[in-house]
């Protein structure tokens, strides 16, 4: 069975950072790319990263660029976003996605606010 | 960037009935990168339709996806009560991706 666990989501200042982590198992984590999707309180979806197989190529959304990295750790079949000078508008629900191109296999999630 | 509009907002049906959505991307999708999910309250995304027409594994026949180009269609045959829940388009044939605003299918 598939699953993606995601975890380190939590309050955080204006400015502030945060790493959160998603943990895969049933799959090969190594050989399939993976995105982060992220979903903001009664809002719709929206893509935030993309990272290939060994890492060699990662793609963002505007939003993000120069704030947020996302890494991998295929010896550890986990993928992160760390997240840096956090804004308001960051808060959402960040999901983990394994990708095809599509998302396929998704994770159930963990929140992240931004707030003072 | 591919802007995806949905319509209707909010599409109301009793269980049994025909439910048509529409994706219409602002520009061309290349190769019908076209994706389906339904999304229920509190819950993450589940896929239902790649490549415009392909259903995802374990997913019902009473839903098939068609189109090509800038307009693509969602049908679920015959509604089921755990049917209702948002749907969401997705074009992953450019960068960045995109996801389409959502259709809520309510019980009417």
């Known amino acids: 069975e598939v699953q993606l666990v995601e975890s380190g989501g939590g309050l955080v200042q204006p400015g502030g950072s945060l790493r959160i982590s998603c943990v895969a198992s049933?799959?090969?984590?190594?050989?399939?790319?993976l995105t982060w999707v992220r979903q903001a309180p009664g809002k719709g979806l929206e893509w935030v990263a993309n990272i290939r197989q060994d890492g060699s190529e990662i793609y963002y959304v505007d939003s993000v660029k120069g704030r947020f990295a996302i890494s991998r750790d295929n010896a550890k079949n986990s993928l992160y976003l760390q997240m840096n000078s956090l804004r308001v508008e960051d808060t959402a629900v960040y999901y983990c996605a394994r990708s095809r191109g599509y998302y396929d296999f998704w994770g159930q999630g963990t929140l992240v606010t931004v707030s003072s | 960037e591919t802007v995806l509009t949905q319509s209707p907002g909010t599409l109301s049906l009793s269980p049994g009935e025909r439910a048509t959505l529409s994706c219409r991307a602002s520009q061309s999708v290349s190769s019908s990168y076209l994706a389906w999910y339904q999304q229920k309250p509190g819950q993450a995304p589940r896929l239902l339709i790649y490549?415009?027409?392909s259903r995802a594994t374990g997913i019902p026949d009473r839903f098939s996806g068609s189109g090509s180009g800038t307009d693509f269609t969602l049908t679920i045959s015959r509604l089921e009560p755990e049917d209702f829940a948002v749907y969401y388009c997705?074009?992953?044939?450019?960068?960045?991706?995109?996801f389409g605003p959502g259709t809520k299918v309510d019980i009417k």
């Open positions: 490549g415009a027409s």
């Open positions: 997705h074009q992953y044939g450019s960068s960045p991706r995109t």
């Open positions: 049933g799959f090969t984590f190594s050989s399939s790319w």
